[in-house]
């Protein structure tokens, strides 16, 4: 009912989610309940391949994300646009994971996430660099001074996402929080061709070429490492706790 | 009013509480509500040094705390009760601080929590175990095998005050969290005599002596470590920031 509203009233945002999603004909409203139905049912694939499914059919499919497609030679300008935007999602990392960490039981939950946290915020020293400080080195190996990266503001888009996110910590279930948030670290795992991305993150040429600078080399290479463990292992850990709490839907 | 009435019911907790911290006579019934604002204003001393005078006052004063007594020379039965019941304290611990984690927007506690947390409960590898792992193996060392320690049950006290500490987490201000968990800390803090302690958590000849395993000297070591910074540190923040938002009271 909601989605044949909107539609009525040709509101872009549902139109174009049913077009990409489930139906471009007008003439299938009837289904929609059944169309629907059947794109959202995780109990064939499960919760963890569903998942991966519709995030590589959204990122890596026939029609690449935008910052995908820019990303695989990426030009100074769109590597600044990562470093601004990007400070501000990885804050917010630790304060989602740290919903999760407020408030399970599961003492595997939690340190999944601790470690997840410190690779991604805190780091181990010199000797290993959190992902938060390889991106501020991007950023100054790109020409900004760190004060300068630390005191743009976010885009209005990503201080909306930011405010989504920290809701979906604030309001729901911890393990739909677990589920929100390392969906996305699949972005950067380079396995994702496995099932059926058309490309990755970036294009791994990349990291052997001279066209960026070494700390940008660093920092992607740090995700191109971590997300492959940081996506698979407490995606499944969500397929499982979904399972046990009767919460898959 | 709250304890003119309880008091008049002979409720126990109430009569003993009035007891050690404002007057022993009932004559001063008219008096309480400026005995207990004055009990209760921090505006001389500052917040962390209230907190520090308070808590001193409580374990380290003239009737000591009977578990800091026992902690001078304690006897295995003491050190068995530490490690069953104090287990569940730090996994208490990484959900309370997390709860900070979640909710604030200050760079400065995000990273003083996550080096806590860090320190507390994931460690540094093997080189530098976390003060959990330090306590499980204070338990294996006292006879205990780790699976009996992690399946035992908190007891009531224990589940009750783990439960109030959940609620002051998820219910109160992060800076109200900070101060409830870091005040905890100065309980190993080794500098409370500079405060007017007249005993320390342990006898520090402990430390030194036989009378116990290396391992249960290994656990004590790291919070007479930790436990300066761990207070010292976070309570000065807790100040700072209790100043900015207006919420000392």
Request: proline share 4%; aromatic share 10%.
């Amino acid at each position: 009912m909601h989605f044949s509203g909107e539609t009525k009233k040709s509101d872009v945002g549902h139109v174009m989610w049913l077009n990409r999603n489930i139906t471009k004909d007008i003439g299938d409203e009837p289904r929609l309940p059944e169309l629907l139905a059947s794109f959202l049912d995780a109990s064939d694939l499960g919760l963890r391949r569903w998942i991966k499914h519709r995030f590589i059919e959204r990122f890596f499919g026939d029609r690449p994300h935008p910052f995908v497609l820019s990303l695989q030679h990426p030009s100074r300008a769109v590597l600044l646009g990562y470093v601004l935007e990007h400070q501000h999602f990885l804050r917010q990392w630790v304060r989602s994971l740290s919903w999760v960490l407020a408030k399970t039981d599961s003492v595997e939950a939690t340190k999944e996430e601790l470690d997840n946290i410190t690779t991604e915020f805190y780091g181990f020293g010199d000797a290993k660099p959190s992902h938060y400080e390889l991106l501020l080195r991007m950023g100054e190996s790109l020409g900004l001074n760190r004060e300068e990266i630390l005191s743009t503001r976010p885009l209005q888009a990503t201080a909306e996402a930011i405010n989504t996110w920290q809701v979906i910590g604030e309001k729901r279930h911890w393990v739909e929080t677990m589920a929100a948030m390392h969906s996305l670290e699949l972005i950067a795992n380079r396995d994702v061709k496995k099932d059926g991305a058309r490309l990755t993150y970036f294009d791994p040429s990349i990291l052997k070429s001279g066209e960026m600078t070494e700390q940008t080399k660093a920092f992607l290479w740090e995700g191109y490492e971590a997300d492959v463990e940081h996506s698979e292992v407490p995606l499944e850990m969500v397929e499982r706790f979904a399972n046990n709490f009767g919460i898959v839907d």
